[in-house]
């Protein structure tokens, strides 16, 4: 009945538990690496496909996928199904020297394997033993011919007699052998090589395609010559000279009709004539010739017949065609020949996949809204016809929770994807691209931004139970996207912040009244300057890398664009990359964080709240050391930083010293603001309450539009740019290091171990940021909004909010944002913040309820509806709480609001931690951890 203490309570119940991904069984989606091979089951209907990894995956109707693994990792060169039978034995016995082929007549035990010297193996597939019947080369050609055949490229039985075997050699050499009299029947020498052979289903004739883009026709009755030389894709010539050569034919399919005239499918065969042509896949079906281009090289193709027995009219009703990075299967029932819509997510990495997100336990609605929304944007032109690759079972199982995973993409675009049910479904895409204006080529940076993709997504936070979507790109954009569903037409807002500055250039606000020149553009070269040039890029400052459309847009029902937010080029140089993002549908707030400071966002009010470097939240008592850096021309990597020596000692600013005069000092002009001036109406005990004083908005809102536009820019006639103050007013300033003596101190006393010596000249970076109900300091006795701000030395800072109650006030309301100077450390850059109560049971991240804004709800209704969880976490966090914080290197957790470190444990000294995340297992709550040594650590 006792209470227990939270010290003893993680003392009793910790322990760690390494857990190896190959110890369980793993879901793999998307298309197979590097694809070697393909085969398929014309009865049970599955499909193969090896790989040069030594994989194979073995697909069948939707839902059904398999995977496994060769132990030595050799590359899959051929794949053969044992049609209609679920054994597979090992391997006994090598055979010496390299395959080139295999056939495996149906309902056959031998298997015949071709060598790259010429010979023909024959093994028992039952015992997989070779058998002493070996079809030397020697023996298969004439004797009184010297010349080595090359190796064997094809193996098949004659339809009609399966003691006839067909033995191909790249030479152009073909043989028919007859195994049971140890001879063969006839020989074939043709002038070009040979790539591949086909029956026809009565075994009367076969057919070949040669590397000159020839098809021959051969008839059994005269093996002389071929009654029929056809070049597809070639251009006949006048005066009866043969067609002109094309590219070789790797691959040729003869297939018959009951219906129809016979299908003659090949891959290659194209000329010469026109460079650059896709690689294709002709069907000649009668006297029409379809070629489909397609996007990638062609692996390999099979024909999709309803028999297998490869005597009777084969029917063909499908190709099944396996590309370098794709897998596609056409339909030969109708006369335009469409493609199927693949079932499986073999388009994961149609753009490169930059981030991935997993999301559980979603709101049981989304996945139908979602699917319902995607599939009107689905291209159109498939096949009607369902998916022919029928094979094998699949059942949903006990597993009926929601699961959604989200891709991001190097062209900007977004998926979602359901996964609820172990396989992968496409749900929805969403494209970035479109908020913004096409950058055009030779203007100011955009030649360099198109090849680097600038819309590439790099974060996304998302709220499943408000349905905000958060995405953050390559060119140090936020977009803030908000579900409807309904259609609409209107301007996109934009916010335009200002986030770099340089230690030794920026002027204090004073100095920039007085010399208001010192902050105009210069007149600099178009394109950045590279490091130490010393020429940075005016035309280029105050603006953002992309431009966002101010024209009205019709955006179709989904996720709509609400807000754009913007880092702007300043002091010639581009703005540095967002490392960290984070949103509250709580709180109607955005925070986002690169290694120049911190920007929070009211989206509600569509204003910036603060703007603020690293330096400034840790205020007088920065717990992190840092290095000196002697004065460089470039800026690039030097904005938002102050600079600390040993001694915590104020220093008196003199204005009027230049920054190299005296004892080599120079003047830091970072100031941190403390007290506000009693005139200030917007300001309320020393906190800033109005998202629009000149204190504390540096993000300059945006509304669409001509004036909108004017407006957004600084020119001649704007004044000069003033440093973003957060909190207060009163200026003091920091101490540097005064001697070489202090720098070696300082170098040698780097607070984070994952920082190499050579990291350690860079900035503090903002790596994890977190809204919760916390106590921002040690004598709060209620829990308020909060955000957690973690940095690449290991600080963790606590930011205050104060934010109006009910949607009528904060839509009109201030918002205060006060830096608490709080700081907790650890060991290692910060990736993960998460919040337990006394009890050791999650406290879920406060969020607001997506409702329709179409509607016809009682207002009362909504209300508490949009901050029901709100109020949850302050009555979890009442008693105090405790704080879960994860560095790459190590986790603490801290007694709130006492900050009491309870526990520290050192995740891993040899690796370090990529990601981590404080989850629910079977009623248990732990941190899970994944090391860049591929090992999963689980901390209780």
């Known amino acids: 009945g006792d209470k227990v203490l939270p010290r003893d309570y993680i003392k009793k119940h910790r322990f760690l538990i390494t857990l190896n991904p190959f110890l369980f069984q ?164 043709y002038d070009e090589a040979i790539h591949s052979v086909s029956w026809h289903h009565e075994g009367k004739q076969f057919m070949c395609s040669h590397s000159d883009g020839s098809l021959t026709t051969w008839s059994l009755r005269n093996t002389t010559k071929p009654f029929q030389v056809t070049f597809p894709h070639g251009k006949s010539q006048r005066d009866g000279k043969k067609a002109e050569s094309c590219k070789p034919i790797l691959k040729v399919e003869y297939k018959t009709s009951r219906s129809s005239e016979p299908f003659i499918i090949f891959s290659g065969g194209l000329s010469y004539d026109k460079p650059g042509r896709k690689p294709a896949l002709t069907i000649m079906h009668g006297k029409s010739v379809t070629v489909l281009e397609m996007d990638h090289p062609i692996v390999e193709f099979l024909v999709l017949c309803e028999t297998p027995y490869p005597n009777e009219v084969q029917e063909p009703y499908a190709v099944a065609v396996l590309l370098e990075k794709d897998f596609i299967v056409v339909d030969l029932t109708q006369s335009n020949f469409p493609i199927f819509e693949n079932p499986y997510p073999m388009d994961i990495h149609e753009s490169p996949v930059t981030c991935t997100y997993y999301f559980t336990d979603c709101p049981p609605d989304l996945i139908p809204v979602l699917y319902s929304l995607g599939i009107k944007h689905k291209k159109q032109g498939y096949s009607h016809k369902e998916w022919p690759i029928s094979g094998g079972t699949w059942t949903l199982g006990a597993q009926t929770y929601p699961e959604i995973i989200i891709t991001g993409h190097a062209d900007g675009s977004i998926k979602f994807w359901d996964a609820s049910a172990i396989t992968l479904q496409m749900l929805y895409k969403l494209k970035t691209s479109k908020v913004f204006e096409k950058p055009k080529l030779g203007e100011g940076r955009g030649a360099e931004v198109a090849e680097e993709d600038p819309y590439a997504v790099q974060v996304v936070s998302w709220c499943p139970q408000s349905r905000l979507l958060c995405v953050v790109g390559f060119s140090a954009h936020v977009i803030l996207y908000r579900f409807n569903k309904h259609d609409v037409t209107t301007d996109i807002a934009a916010l335009e912040v200002r986030l770099q500055c340089d230690v030794e250039d920026v002027l204090s606000p004073s100095e920039a009244d007085a010399h208001p020149a010192a902050l105009h553009p210069r007149s600099h070269s178009p394109l950045p300057s590279s490091p130490g040039s010393g020429t940075p890029d005016s035309t280029r400052d105050g603006a953002p890398c992309l431009k966002v459309k101010s024209r009205q847009l019709r955006m179709p029902a989904g996720y709509q664009a609400h807000l754009v937010v913007q880092i702007l080029w300043a002091d010639g140089e581009p703005p540095q990359q967002i490392t960290s993002v984070d949103i509250s549908s709580a709180y109607g707030l955005l925070a986002l964080g690169n290694c120049n400071g911190l920007v929070v966002v009211d989206y509600v009010q569509k204003s910036t709240l603060l703007t603020i470097s690293t330096q ?22 030097t904005a938002g930083l102050t600079e600390l020596s040993d001694n915590q000692v104020p220093l008196e600013l003199d204005r009027n010293r230049s920054p190299t005069s005296g004892n080599g000092t120079r003047r830091l002009v970072h100031y941190i603001n403390l007290v506000l001036p009693k005139q200030s109406k917007n300001h309320v005990n020393g906190h800033c309450t109005s998202p629009t004083s000149q204190h504390c908005a540096t993000g300059r809102s945006r509304v669409p539009g001509p004036e909108g536009t004017r407006l957004s820019r600084r020119g001649p006639g704007r004044p000069p740019f003033r440093k973003a103050q957060s909190a207060a007013c009163m200026e003091i300033s920091l101490p540097v290091s005064h001697s070489e003596e202090s720098r070696e101190s300082s170098f040698s006393r780097s607070r984070s171990s994952s920082i190499s010596s050579m990291d350690r000249d860079m900035k503090e970076v903002i790596t994890a940021l977190h809204f919760m109900e916390s106590f921002a300091r040690k004598t709060d006795s209620v829990a308020v909004p909060c955000l957690w701000v973690g940095t690449s030395l290991g600080a963790v800072l606590i930011i205050a909010l104060s934010v109006p109650v009910g949607t009528e006030e904060r839509q009109e309301g201030p918002v205060i944002v006060s830096p608490s100077g709080t700081v907790l450390m650890l060991k290692g850059s910060v990736l993960r913040f998460s919040s337990l109560d006394l009890g050791g049971n999650l406290i879920p991240s406060p969020y607001g309820i997506w409702r329709d804004p179409h509607s016809h709800e009682d207002p009362d209704r909504r209300r508490k509806l949009g901050h029901f969880s709100h109020s949850s976490s302050q009555e979890a966090c009442s008693e105090g709480h405790l704080a879960v914080v994860c560095s790459e290197k190590q986790a603490k957790v801290f007694l709130m609001p006492a900050q009491t470190c309870l526990y520290a444990h050192s995740i891993t000294e040899s690796s370090f931690v990529l990601r981590a995340d404080v989850v629910s297992v079977c009623n248990s709550v732990c941190l899970a951890c994944f090391c860049a040594n591929g090992h999963i650590m689980t901390l209780r």
């Open 26 to 189: 793993t879901a793999r989606h998307g298309f197979p690496y590097q694809p070697t091979a393909l085969a398929f089951d014309p009865v049970q209907k599955i499909l193969a496909i090896g790989c040069r990894t030594g994989a194979l995956r073995i697909l069948g109707q939707p839902g059904v996928d398999c995977y496994c693994q060769h132990e030595s990792g050799a590359a899959v060169l051929q794949l053969q199904f044992l049609i209609n039978e679920v054994r597979a034995p090992p391997m006994r016995k090598p055979l010496g020297n390299d395959i080139t082929f295999c056939h495996l007549p149906f309902q056959s035990k031998w298997l015949y394997v071709g060598t790259e010297r010429g010979n023909t193996h024959i093994v028992n597939v039952e015992s997989f033993i070779l058998s002493g019947y070996v079809i030397m080369w020697n023996k298969a050609i004439e004797l009184s011919t010297k010349t080595h055949p090359g190796p064997v490229v094809h193996l098949s039985d004659c339809p009609r007699d399966e003691g006839k075997l067909l033995i191909g050699f790249e030479s152009g050499t073909v043989v028919q052998w007859d195994l049971r009299a140890k001879k063969a029947d006839f020989r074939i020498y």
């Open 616 to 637: 400034e939240l840790h205020g007088c008592s920065d717990h992190c050391q840092r290095l000196p850096r002697s004065p460089r021309r470039s800026k690039q990597f």
